[in-house]
């Protein structure tokens, strides 16, 4: 019942409809032949008769089910025979909470709609067990185990690079086989993986280490076995061993003897690592045995990963033939020489071997032959495996029964396909390895079976293929056997594509016509394939239709559900699958999510189905990573003036004093109990909420490294649990957790400047690509330059008057709506700078209106008294524009059109690189001479709206007018009147960044003044062409809410913006301080130039660093010796509070040790940003870059922290971080 507990605030997979694209009566409008409109309207999914009837007969025939009630069902209908009041309960509460969490509700019973959106919650109400079930203690050869093939590489089998993403993304699915290829590097002293002989990119062996060991149990206890196809020397092989022994340490499986009797339980080896490869065979050289011939890259002993990449297929009779061109050569047959040549790899590496790999000399029934004195894995491709099925089937399923066997893809399949894993299954082969980065139908079979079982990687297998009669007879696929089971599957109802879809996306014309497709794969016997009647014009279709699959061998069985789109003219549409065990389904009406081709869920679509297996019925809706490893000690070889070398041992990173000092004091005998651990949180850590449950989930989450887990933590788990992910220095438990509720002038806003190009402000590609970029960053300002195409009938993105290449708006404003709310559900505003006649911007008015729909802000009245809350704009688009002056053509002032369009009218963007003033007065005469005036940004298209452009505005298209809820203007006049605060009106005034520089020396307050009610936007000036950015703390000392920066560039001012929307659960949205928005008795406001005494201390201790070891390669700080790494920490903020302080600089360690303290008083805190740079010292050049991060400084949490330190342009660094307290005094 533990799965009930899950998901908290998942949203309904029903909700409301909000799609942009709808009306407000709930209908979709489609364009037919670009004429006339035909309108739709959305059906929502009702509950099928069936689901009627339940609920009437479990609740009496009343309006409401009772927990009580609810328990009745899920035992007697639903099967669920161990679900408690208690369990029930939780299930009330939480579809009450999800349904109506914005009405408070006393009462705790379910209503029909309720319910029936219960059983449409898959994470309440699943199809199959979330929950390891399965005996885990028998040996590894009973278990079907998830295996990837050439886990490395990012694509195809040729051309692709090789990373350890992949591996990650595997260990993360729940894989529990990863392979590896070693090859020496070209220096011979390296050890890189790779497929050979192919053009794949390497990547280190230790980088693909570390990261199994980060991410091996982040989604399963049991074990992970890397299984090594090596080309390496013995010396080489000796390297990969202290590699391996260091890296996993206490986690790596040392088998007990050379020749295991049987193999180990997966609960046996729970987090434990396993090292399985083959006896060594190539590069192996000595002065008594040497090759006939030298190994030759296409010769007879390259392995077979090699042949698979040249794509040689096997066409030979016989299997040892076969064997000698295949990947997994870690099976060549053991002759004398291999035997001899055996003796001379290095002993150390041999140790590491627990699953050995090898084919004995013979044909392919001596390979298949079992031996009762030791264990050993086979490896097959599939083209074997099906000869051998052919003619050797029993005494395939005789040999896994005791031993492993691996199949592996054929060598064509280079564009990293797979096959049928069922003919493997069958015959009781453990290890399918696929190819995980690919996609197709046998991928989602490999992901239906190994849902099973909790999701844990390991399937027990059937008795059958276990089991021997009297006569050591075992199970032949090949008989045929008599039905055991039949399954009934209902199919009622499906829907979510209108939310995971654009309503254009499988017809352009009309709603799609979905059907289901039914399947099960299994044994020959078992497969079948029924299908739907065609729903036509409908999101949530109804099929209600029922099918019926006899099983002889359910135990092999895989139920696999499609749903498609029935396109007359062209091939069908996808809409989604899923595959699932049938042993693992659970009886009753389910929920059945859907997912895409690759096998992700899809967010919101699911379909209903009714099962029946025998006799239980099946109804189904069709809807932690371990620790950072540290260094371990071992030795790195630089190489000095190309004579000799220079070796450095690397110290393993271990516990500060002062930190071992903290664990004696709150510790007792060697263990911080969770008492103990409870009141470090709250003494030193400062936090004072955190409760005894909280503490002891911390010390559960040590459980996995048994040396450490007690009664509690030992120092070496505490010191990991201080420097891991989970004890990071911004509390992310917060979330959102500033007052949402004032008008948007209250808070400092996430700005993008020219968010559409790519690179510099010239020459670079405009594209939607950084606007996904920056909504996915939590960005909430997007400016777009809109200008007509040459043909003058379409609407354009680009820099005006430059190089750039254009994209076109459609794009850009699709890009927004499908990623506006990714990382925020706060609104994002888009600042249109319009060069358009009337007839364009009734385009984009239209384009606008039709693109965002519902979601779009369109304001009560022409001008706002005040701007409304972030909290009433959630998941609202919001446009802000200017009142347009270029291109409106009116009859009586053509002229005077042609002449502003040559003149002083022209936007900065038109006429780059000249000089137009745009403040009267106290700039107009310092401007003149001075590029900043004509910063390349819309604002300064703002012109003085003299009478000339407000007979302009007359010729607008109302439309457009009726779009912008942020009015953009300056006043005729100076700077005085651009400033005035109107109390009837709200607007938004942009200045450049020197013209804010200027501003704030004479008229600081006057700023202040104007951004508590109004909006003043900030951006550089033109002359940064480079797309660089400038200092944002002079913006938003004066109130600035929207400070717009070139998010595509990098650099220490990107760094800041980047840290200061760390706060408030990076929304995009951070309340201003009170002082910015308080006025005094007499109006008096903050002063920026106000000499203040200071508030608090910040006090910041680093004690040391972490990570480029895993991060960078070896020689990438220096190419003779390890590096020499400083900190640079200091304050960013007002002028006074502005400060930085730098460590001393420790030579040649990976792992530096500073414990330097440094103490900054701030006069105000809530304006200040901590900032630290780690840089590697070089006596010739510039100093090498090591990371960097930037925080606000009022949301630090107190105490030991583990700070994750960040590239140039504001990445996360996988491993690089520091241990740094911090405190305030």
Known sequence: MGSYKKNKHRPSPLPESSNSNKDEMGSYNYKMFNLFNRKFKITEAEPPKDVKKVFSKFSNGGSHMTADQLRRFLVLHQDELDCTLADAQRIVEEVINRRHHLTRYSRYSLNLDDFFHFLLYDDLNGPITSQVHNDMTAPLAQYFIYTGHNSYLTGNQLSSDCSEVPIVKALQRGVRVIELDLWPGSAKDEILVLHGRTLTTPVPLIKCLKSIREYAFASSPYPVIITLEDHLTPELQAKVAEMVTQTFGGMLYYPESDSLLQFPSPESLKHRIIISTKPPKEYLESSGIKRKGPLSPGGRNSSEEDDEASGIPDHTAELEADDRSDSDQDDEDLTDWDNKSGQLGAPVYKRLITIHAGKPKGCLKDALKATADKVRRL??????????????????????????????????????????????????????????????????????????????????????LMEKGPN?????????????????????LGDGWRLDFSHTHFDSYSPPDFYTKVYIVGVPADAAKRKTKIIEDNWSPSWNEEFTFPLTVPELA???????????????DFG??????????????????????KGEKLKNSVTSHAYNLANGEYWIPVTATTPRPTVQEKQKTFRVCFCFRRRFRLAEAEAPDEIKALFNQ?????????????????????????????????????????????????????????????????????????????????????????????GNQLSSDCSDVPIINALKKGVRVIELDIWPNSDNDDVEVLHGRTLTTPVQLIKCLRSIKEHAFTASEYPVVITLEDHLNTDLQAKVAQMVTQTFGDILFS????????????????????????????????KEIKDKERDTQKGDAASDEEAWGKEIPILKGHFHADDKNELDKDDDDDDDAEEDLDEGHHKLQQDIAPEYKRLIAIRAGKPKGGLEECLRVDPDKVRRLSLSEPQLEKAAETHGKEIVRFTQRNILRVYPKGTRVNSSNYNPLVGWMHGAQMVAFNMQGYGRSLWLMQGMFRANGGCGFVKKPSFLLKSGPHGEVFDTKAKLPPQ?????????????????????????????FYVRVGVAGVPADTVMKK????????????????????????????????????????????????????????????????????????????????EFV
């Open 472 to 492: 050591n007879e075992v199970f032949d696929p090949k008989r045929k056997l008599p039905v055991t089971k039949t399954l009934k599957v209902k199919v009622y």
């Open 1143 to 1222: 460590t001393k600089t420790l030579e040649d360690s990976w792992i530096p040790f500073w414990n330097e303290e440094f103490e900054f008083p701030l006069t105000v805190p809530e304006l200040a940003l901590l900032r630290i740079e780690v840089h590697e010292y070089d006596m010739s050049e510039k100093d090498d870059f090591g990371g960097q991060t930037c925080l606000p400084i009022w949301e630090l949490r107190q105490g030991i922290r583990a700070v994750p330190l960040h590239d140039r342009k504001g990445e996360r660094y996988s491993s690089v971080k520091l241990l740094v307290r911090l």
């Open 558 to 572: 895989l139920l696999r559900v499609e749903v498609q789109e029935y396109d007359m003219s062209d091939k069908d």
């Open 1096 to 1124: 608090k201390t910040l006090k910041v201790k680093i004690y040391m660093g972490e990570g480029w070891y895993y991060d960078f390669h070896h020689t990438h700080f220096d190419a003779y010796s390890p590096p020499d």
């Open 859 to 890: 304001p009560g009245a022409k001008s706002m008294k005040e701007l409304p809350s972030p909290e009433s704009l959630k998941r609202r688009i919001i446009i802000s524009t200017k009142p347009p002056k270029e291109y409106l053509e009116a």
């Open 666 to 758: 709150y510790s007792e005998n060697g263990v911080m109990t969770t008492d103990h651990l409870q009141r470090f949180l709250i003494e030193v850590q400062k936090q004072e909420k955190d409760t005894f449950q909280e503490a002891q989930s911390i010390v559960e989450s040590f459980k996995h490294m048994t040396h450490f887990y007690r009664k509690g933590l030992h120092l070496e788990a505490f010191f990991k649990y201080l420097f891991g992910d989970t004890n990071p220095p911004l509390d992310l438990k917060l979330g959102v957790h500033h007052d949402m509720t004032a008008p948007l002038s209250h808070y400092f806003i996430y700005t993008g400047h020219n968010s559409y190009l790519t």
């Open 576 to 597: 989604g699958q899923t595959c699932l065990p049938v042993l693992d389904l659970r009886p009753g009406i389910r929920s059945v999510p859907l997912h895409d081709k």
């Open 379 to 464: 490896s097959l491709s599939e083209q074997e495996l099906e000869k051998a099925a052919a003619t050797n089937g029993t005494d395939v399923v005789r040999f896994t029964q005791n031993n492993i066997l691996r199949i592996y893809p054929k060598g064509t399949r280079i564009t990293s396909s797979n096959y049928k894993p069922l003919v493997g299954w069958m015959h009781g082969a453990q290890m399918i390895a696929f190819n995980m980065q690919g996609y197709g139908k046998s991928l989602w079979l490999m992901h239906g079976m190994f849902r099973a079982n909790g999701g844990c990687g390991y399937l027990k297998k059937p008795d059958f």
